[in-house]
């Protein structure tokens, strides 16, 4: 049994920790990252804590390093208090129905007869970066850390479709996860995508992250990957997918996760939208993680300046550079091409010569054109953040 | 009260219960099965008034660090958010306690950091409306610099001396690193401490360390 006090006492624990440290003059980097909290939750290292019911965790930046996020440090949002913390594989079985042929009530063995698919692919809330929109927005304050980039493998969902058969007048295919509401009009987290969207070559029902089953807060035991859009879809601890004859739009899918309809998906800021649609496929992002804000730098020594940069189903064309605040730019080198759908890791090589402040910046362009901002694009929601970032460090 | 009690009460007698059953499962395949226990993490709500309601009712169907993670809002977002819960997902709030908890979210995470109605505003206050210096210091920075010190690095602390060899010697100086701190210190902006606040705790900590 659960023991209430648990945090409680976790956290004089730590508290007591710093204590030590302090004592001994060491820096405890354990309890606070970007000035906030970290909190380790089951099968998972200390990640930012945001809310604990339901969990929304954030990743700490140093983890984008590496060009594979471990399980142990991805981020986790659930959107409603009961989620599932107990499956009994036995007993659990995916459920095809709706406007199909046959209902099939897949075990996870059967899911594993298909043929598996693997690749690599960027996870990312639509609100990442919610925290740098001015005005400020409510919703889960996120800052760069609700992202990371998986290697997933699973069972095409087109093959699982044409099990099912679906008939002629499909519209959309619904999908719903084992988390549920805490009171009867808590509306169901379910989500939806149109039917020539789930036939499509790329989307699967993942079993395994990175080689191993998907942790428990990341959805265990197989959740839906649409490579190239935002994690809204990727129903996480999946129960049922239903094909309906009718657009679907419940509360997740309308009024939720909707952006303006218009080409830079904003609006002026603190202004809201006419027509909306639902949010779909990410946008291009660059990030510089190394050195990192702030840092203190030595004069006349090289240093490799090192980000990631993605695209929502789109290659990565080019990273360009500016370490003087966005007058002048260089070409980064990009490394290894993981696929359309993973992130790539860039470097820069970069010797400052005199004493200062230095203003860096990174600015990604994908295949076809589509890159980043200057001036952030602001929405109501705080959805798709992409302005260029830029961080500051001082050369001594 | 009592009602707000009862109702605690029973989400965590269902929290045990529910943790109870998955523990008395019988006849399971460990190998199949996987479980996870999920820390209940406490959340400490700023003091006030106001405050027994907002931690009942908006701990039902989630912590209430989804209030606590928030920026400061204005009264009026404030307001739509706690109309949304009522409307939106059936929160049980009746319109006298939607007012309290408006008030409260307003007066305490709010952009206006005068409470409507709290004893602050009839303590004669040497910093003039609103919160003091030092209550100001103790609700943003005494977790890390307690009685002046730092937890985290000892030798930056908010001592004179300290602060004197790190050229730390007037309030614009103090305000500086607030807004852009050094390492293991969080960024306070504009909207989690507004000018005139950011002001009031540096002279309080000029004039104690």
Same mark, same amino acid.
């Given at each position: 049994m659960k023991d209430i006090n648990f945090s409680r006492r976790d956290f004089l624990r730590t508290a007591g920790a710093v204590g030590l440290a302090a004592a001994f003059g060491g820096f405890p980097s354990d309890i606070f990252a970007e000035g906030r909290r970290l909190y380790k939750f089951p099968e998972k290292t200390d990640l930012i804590l945001l809310t604990s019911r339901p969990p929304q965790l954030e990743t700490p930046l140093h983890y984008f390093k590496e060009l594979i996020t471990p399980n142990e440090a991805l981020f986790v949002r659930w959107h409603l208090a009961d989620i599932p913390a107990y499956v009994d594989l036995n007993k659990w079985r995916l459920k095809i129905g709706g406007n199909a042929d046959k209902v099939l009530e897949l075990s996870m063995d059967d899911l594993k007869k298909f043929e598996k698919v693997t690749y690599t692919a960027v996870i990312q809330c639509s609100g990442n970066g919610r925290s740098f929109f001015e005005p400020r927005v409510p919703g889960g304050q996120w800052q760069n850390g609700a992202m990371g980039n998986v290697t997933w493998s699973g069972a095409r969902l087109k093959d699982i479709l044409n099990q099912a058969g679906i008939r002629a007048g499909s519209v959309d295919v619904v999908f719903d996860g084992l988390d549920s509401g805490p009171l009867p009009k808590v509306p169901d987290f379910l989500k939806s995508l149109p039917v020539d969207k789930a036939v499509g070559e790329d989307i699967i029902i993942a079993y395994e992250m990175n080689g191993g089953p998907l942790t428990m807060l990341n959805g265990f035991p197989a959740r839906l990957v649409v490579p190239g859009w935002f994690a809204t879809y990727w129903v996480k601890a999946l129960r049922e997918i239903t094909v309906v004859t009718k657009k679907y739009e419940e509360f997740w899918m309308k009024p939720a996760y909707r952006i303006p309809d218009n080409p830079c998906a904003c609006v002026p800021p603190g202004s809201k939208p006419g027509r909306t649609v639902p949010i779909t496929r990410m946008n291009t992002r660059s990030l510089i993680i190394g050195p990192s804000n702030g840092a203190n730098l030595k004069a006349n020594v090289p240093v490799d300046i090192m980000g990631i940069a993605f695209s929502g189903g789109y290659s990565i064309k080019d990273v360009i550079v500016s370490v003087d605040g966005g007058k002048s730019w260089g070409e980064s080198r990009c490394g290894k091409d993981m696929g359309k759908y993973s992130w790539i890791q860039w470097f820069y090589t970069w010797k400052p010569e005199k004493k200062g402040k230095y203003i860096l910046m990174a600015r990604a362009t994908n295949s076809i054109g589509e890159s980043q901002p200057f001036e952030s694009l602001w929405n109501p929601s705080g959805y798709m953040w992409n302005k260029i970032e830029s961080i500051e460090v001082n050369v001594v | 009260m009592k009602v707000l009690i009862a109702l605690t009460a029973a989400i965590f007698i269902s929290v045990i219960s529910m943790q109870l059953n998955a523990a008395s499962i019988e006849g399971v395949d460990e190998s199949t099965v996987k479980s996870i226990d999920l820390p209940a993490i406490e959340v400490d709500l700023k003091e006030g008034a106001g405050k027994d309601k907002t931690a009942a009712f908006c701990n039902?169907?989630? =912590?209430t660090d989804y209030i606590t993670m928030q920026p400061r809002f204005p009264a009026d977002t404030w307001s739509a958010i706690v109309h949304k819960m009522i409307v939106v997902f059936g929160a049980p709030v009746n319109e006298d306690d939607s007012r309290a908890i408006i008030n409260y979210l307003s007066s305490h995470?709010?952009? =206006?950091?005068?409470? +409507? =109605? =709290?004893e602050m505003q009839m303590k004669q206050n040497p910093d003039g409306p609103g919160p003091t210096g030092e209550e100001l210091f103790k609700r *943003?920075? +005494?977790?890390?610099?307690?009685g002046g010190g *730092?937890?985290? *690095?000892?030798?930056?602390?908010? *001592?004179m001396d300290h602060l004197k060899t790190h050229g730390i010697k007037k309030a614009e100086d103090i305000i500086r690193i607030m807004r852009n701190p050094g390492p293991g210190m969080r960024t306070f902006d504009e909207y989690a401490v507004p000018d005139k606040d950011a002001k009031k705790i540096a002279e309080y900590i000029l004039k104690t360390f």
């Open positions: - | 039902i169907c989630h =912590s995470y709010g952009t =206006s950091e005068r409470p +409507a =109605s =709290s *943003n920075c +005494a977790v890390c610099h307690p *730092n937890t985290i *690095n000892p030798d930056k602390t908010l *001592n």
